[in-house]
T-cell receptor, first 118, second 112 residues
Framework: AQKVTQAQTEISVVEKEDVTLDCVYE???????LFWYKQPPSGELVFLIRRNSFDEQNEISGRYSWNFQKSTSSFNFTITASQVVDSAVYFC???????????????WGLGTSLAVNP | NAGVTQTPKFQVLKTGQSMTLQCAQD?????MYWYRQDPGMGLRLIYY???????DKGEVPNGYNVSRLNKREFSLRLESAAPSQTSVYFC???????????FGPGTRLLVL
């Protein structure tokens, strides 16, 4: 069965610290997508990144970077030099198996709440 | 482009009342979803519509019904609201199943 685990329920850091949010997934599929979403205190859900299972290159976008390792089934998210505006709940998600066709859905982790304190 | 819109933003109901949450997307997406979010429970899928004309149950469909009115619109109906349905409801859409989902702003529902 497919599953996404975000073991860190809450993380608290001081501004300018680097922080890594862990995401471990389980799937028997060889083709899948992985996602990260951000939910700031205002409540909306914001898409951050999608990764194809065939592409293990790390991705960097400003202070954000993602490390995808198929060998450990992990897709970790690092924020460098964190800022107060990074305070949010972050969700990791996995697309359901390809054999489900257009009925594929996303399987969500429970989220990690990040508090960045000034 | 508005993306995904939801109405209302906030609603208070009494137990037993009914209401419909509206969702519309202007991204020409085929698939649409309704989630509820409760503290500590992440996002739980209520119903989804893989394409126009089809709807299917998600993890927590009891007490809800849906209608995929056309390609743009997907509504969620509570026929007889219960306090356990107090939650934040999100609508989302994606081009196809399993693709990136884009979310509406959410509806906060309080059932007294």
């Amino acid at each position: 069965a497919q599953k996404v685990t975000q073991a860190q329920t809450e993380i608290s850091v001081v501004e300018k610290e680097d922080v890594t949010l862990d995401c471990v997934y389980e799937t028997r599929d060889t083709t899948y997508y992985l996602f990260w979403y951000k939910q700031p205190p205002s409540g909306e859900l914001v898409f951050l990144i999608r990764r194809n299972s065939f592409d293990e290159q790390n991705e960097i976008s400003g202070r954000y970077s993602w490390n995808f390792q198929k060998s450990t089934s992990s897709f970790n998210f690092t924020i460098t030099a964190s800022q107060v505006v990074d305070s949010a709940v972050y969700f990791c998600a996995l697309s359901e198996a390809w054999y489900a066709g257009n009925n594929r859905k996303l399987i969500w982790g429970l989220g990690t709440s990040l508090a960045v304190n000034p | 482009n508005a993306g995904v819109t939801q109405t209302p933003k906030f609603q208070v109901l009494k137990t037993g009342q009914s209401m419909t949450l509206q969702c519309a997307q202007d991204m020409n997406h085929n698939s649409m979803y309704w989630y509820r979010q409760d503290p500590g429970m992440g996002l739980r899928l209520i119903y989804y519509s893989a394409s126009e004309g089809t709807t299917d149950k998600g993890e927590v469909p009891n007490g809800y019904n849906v209608s995929r009115l056309n390609k743009r619109e997907f509504s969620l109906r509570l026929e007889s609201a219960a306090p356990s349905q107090t939650s934040v409801y999100f609508c989302a859409s994606s081009s196809q199943g399993g693709e990136t989902q884009y979310f509406g702003p959410g509806t906060r529902l309080l059932v007294l």
